[in-house]
């Protein structure tokens, strides 16, 4: 039996920087990660398009599900701290408008291989291929798949999207059977499906700043971003970040909510009804289909039109109404669709619920009910919009679990 000082089941970020964190404050320490596939970070490769969004400048401000318990790894490692340790890794980072934070090289394999190298120079045991099916707790530790025994274990398995890169839901398992409670589980930043005969006709179309309200019986939530519609629904950031709270309300309620579009969250209905009144004089000869090519795209704005019922190809913009216009306002401040459910936890950037965080000390990440069990990442009951919100989650409780404490 391969016997070690610390075991990591999950390769990936918190797991990674868990381990990394631990060899470097004891470097006596054996330790090794587990990973299922042929290879860590693989999950990593897939992040911000590509490019890895390692973090946010703006994550201590960020709404995180389950902020207060968050917020101890969240400021111990703040964002500086993790561009510091990528830093001494010798990967160099820049910042966009948004306080987005990427590898200077704009490829995610950059990240990885950091991680990695810093593996190798730790001498951490890195055991790919293997799922971990089985961890059993004894006085003395844990044992790991019958074979690997450790004196302290760090979870840090995911969550269950995104299944082809690691993430398919056996770290909760794994956390029931050491009596942990998992809370309910939805897709999150995922991409909406809707009516289809509403939103295929758009398909390809983008509306670059518009308001999302996802409504029930009441408010639900609100973003803001940029949509994509699709054959099934909407994507886009606005969207997605609206898919966990969608979910969690169909399942709940079993009724679909629905999502009211503001296509210009800037603009007071008062002075766009003006707008399109004004518009009646500047091009009253066109063709109903152009009288929103100067806001909207004009696919999107036939949509709009038609949804009031005043489309027609002959119809002259000269021929609306001041009750048409208002109509068409109205309209473009409060555009419903009805969300029937997401893409589904195959498609999904996060996974939204996981261990109860009333489980964890939020100060150290062990576990409250298993001794010299700590816990870190997405399979914690924590999650966060997009824009690198998440990676600080992870980075930042792995780095704290990895300090043993």
């Known amino acids: 039996m391969k016997k070690y000082d610390l075991a990591v089941v999950g390769g990936c970020s918190a797991g990674l920087v868990a ?40 994550a201590l401000d960020h709404c995180y599900v389950n902020k207060g318990f968050a917020s101890f790894a969240l400021n111990t490692y703040n964002p500086q701290k993790v561009i510091d340790f990528f830093a001494s890794l010798g990967l160099l ?96 930043l995922v991409p909406l499906n809707s009516k289809a005969e509403i939103t295929k006709p758009l398909k390809g179309m983008r509306a670059r700043n518009v308001e999302l309200t ?13 949509i994509l519609f699709t054959e099934y629904g909407l994507s886009g950031i606005a969207a997605m970040e609206l898919a966990a709270p969608a979910q969690k309300y169909i399942n709940s309620v079993k009724r679909n909510p629905f999502t009211i579009i503001d296509f210009l969250p800037d603009t007071a209905y008062d002075e766009l009804l003006n707008y399109l009144k004004n518009l009646n004089k500047i091009k009253g000869f066109c063709k109903i289909e152009n009288l929103l090519t100067g806001i909207l795209p004009k696919t999107v704005g036939i949509a709009i039109c038609k949804a009031c019922n005043l489309y027609s190809t002959e119809k002259l913009i000269s021929e609306l109404s001041d009750k048409d216009l208002c109509h068409i306002a109205e309209k473009i401040k409060n555009f419903s669709l009805e969300i029937t459910g997401t893409r589904g936890f195959l498609n999904a950037q996060v996974t939204s619920g996981g261990i109860k965080t009333d489980e964890i000390n939020g ?17 914690i009951d924590v999650d966060g919009g997009c824009g690198g919100f998440n990676l ?4 930042a409780s792995g780095m704290l679990a990895g300090e043993l404490k």
């Open 19 to 58: 381990a990394i964190n631990a060899k470097r404050i004891d470097p006596s320490m054996r330790v090794a990660v587990i990973e299922k596939l042929p290879r860590t970070g693989k999950k990593l490769l897939a992040t911000g398009n590509g490019k890895c969004n390692i973090t946010n400048l703006y």
């Open 214 to 226: 996802l409504k029930g019986e009441r408010i639900l939530t609100k973003t803001q971003g940029e």
């Open 93 to 188: 980072t820049y910042s966009d408008s948004c306080g987005r934070v990427y590898p200077e090289s704009n490829m995610a394999a950059s990240v990885v291989d950091a991680l990695r190298f810093e593996l190798e120079r730790l001498n951490i045991n890195v055991i790919c291929d293997m799922p971990v099916t089985d961890i059993r707790k004894s006085d003395g530790g844990f044992t790991v798949n019958g074979d690997i025994f450790c004196k302290k274990l760090v979870l840090a398995a995911g969550g269950k999207s995104s299944a082809p890169q690691g993430s398919d839901g056996s770290g909760f398992e794994l956390a029931k059977k050491l009596g942990h409670t998992v809370t309910e589980t939805v897709p999150a």
């Open 363 to 379: 100060k150290t990440m062990e576990s409250k009910i298993c001794k010299n069990l700590y816990l870190a990442g997405e399979i």
């Open 392 to 395: 600080q989650w992870a980075w």
